[in-house]
């Protein structure tokens, strides 16, 4: 069960054509490893985000499986190229079947 | 408009209805909302468990058996780590198409398999992980020619990062 789930994504206003930026990302969830005992002294039942995707203008920058070992709120940070202006699609895929989106857009300057 | 005592007390009277309509209509958006919650909270029992890969597991599934050779692919991270619960890596592996990190002394090893596309800037990623323990953490990237790199650093954690 992950409440209060909210992606965050740092990508620049604009770039120059072909420029490589650097994005940040991040997203609350609590990442449930399934190894953690709850206070009842039962196993806490795995929930995690398991899959991150990136595309830029439907052309895929990042695709990641997730395992449990990736810490609460998942953070990434990874290198994009844009050639031309665009948006930035960017998916996390829950344990859940719960589905979060997040877009931005980009510039060329 | 001549405000009386009569016509504040209609003002106020009409005031409230609208306080409660929107309070009602504030109930009926959070009953709206809490109803997705219910069927995620039951997806989340049936959710499958994957079976815990061994190290071995993980390595043979990424190579198909392969040679993976030291060198072409650096992995950053810290000697020591204070919080098992969040220790900053970072793999870079230029000319890689998937790189897989695994951390060899956790109950489940697999960390993250990164597959890169025709967008990304460079082969590299930077994220935080959860050791349980201090521990070897390889890295390995499939490169673009087919052959396998390898990296492997080890982080003492101080306070482990598995509950438990």
Redesign the interface.
């Known amino acids: 069960m992950a409440e209060n789930v909210k992606p965050r994504v740092k990508v620049p206003k604009s770039a120059s054509a072909g420029e490589v930026i650097t994005i940040k990302s991040l997203i609350s969830h609590p990442m449930e490893s399934g190894q953690r005992k709850g206070p009842d002294g039962n196993l806490v039942p795995r929930s995690i985000i398991n899959r991150f995707t990136v595309e830029l203008n439907g052309k895929n920058v990042i695709d990641m499986q997730l395992e449990p070992a990736i810490s609460t709120n998942p953070y990434i940070e990874f290198d994009a190229k844009v050639d031309e202006a665009g948006e930035f699609k960017f998916t996390w895929y829950d344990d859940d079947g719960s589905v979060y989106e997040e877009t931005a857009e980009i510039e060329i300057s | 408009m001549e405000l009386n005592r009569r016509k504040a007390i209609a003002l106020g009277a009409g005031g409230a209805a609208v306080v409660a309509f929107a309070g009602s209509a504030l109930a009926q958006a959070a009953t709206d909302a809490a109803a997705p919650?219910a069927d995620?909270?039951v997806?989340?029992?049936a959710?499958p468990?994957t079976e815990a890969k061994t190290v071995e597991q993980w390595i043979e599934e990424f190579t198909g058996g392969a040679e993976v050779t030291e060198g072409g692919i650096t992995l950053t991270a810290p000697e020591i780590a204070e919080n098992g619960?969040?220790?900053p890596i970072e793999v870079d592996a230029e000319g890689a198409s998937e790189i897989l990190v695994l951390?060899t002394g956790?109950?489940?090893?697999?960390?993250?398999?990164?597959?890169?596309?025709?967008?990304?800037?460079?082969r590299?990623?930077?994220?935080?992980?959860?050791?349980?323990e201090t521990q070897d953490i390889t890295a390995i990237a499939k490169m673009d020619d087919g052959s396998f790199k390898q990296a492997t650093s080890n982080v003492k954690v101080t306070i482990g990062?598995?509950?438990?």
Not at chain 2, 161 to 164: E, I, P
Request: with cysteine; hydrophobic share 40%; charged share 10%.
């Open positions: 919650a995620a909270a997806n989340t029992a959710a468990q619960n969040t220790v951390a956790n109950p489940t090893p697999g960390v993250t398999i990164t597959k890169f596309g025709e967008a990304a800037g460079s590299k990623i930077a994220t935080r992980i959860r050791l349980a990062g598995c509950g438990g």
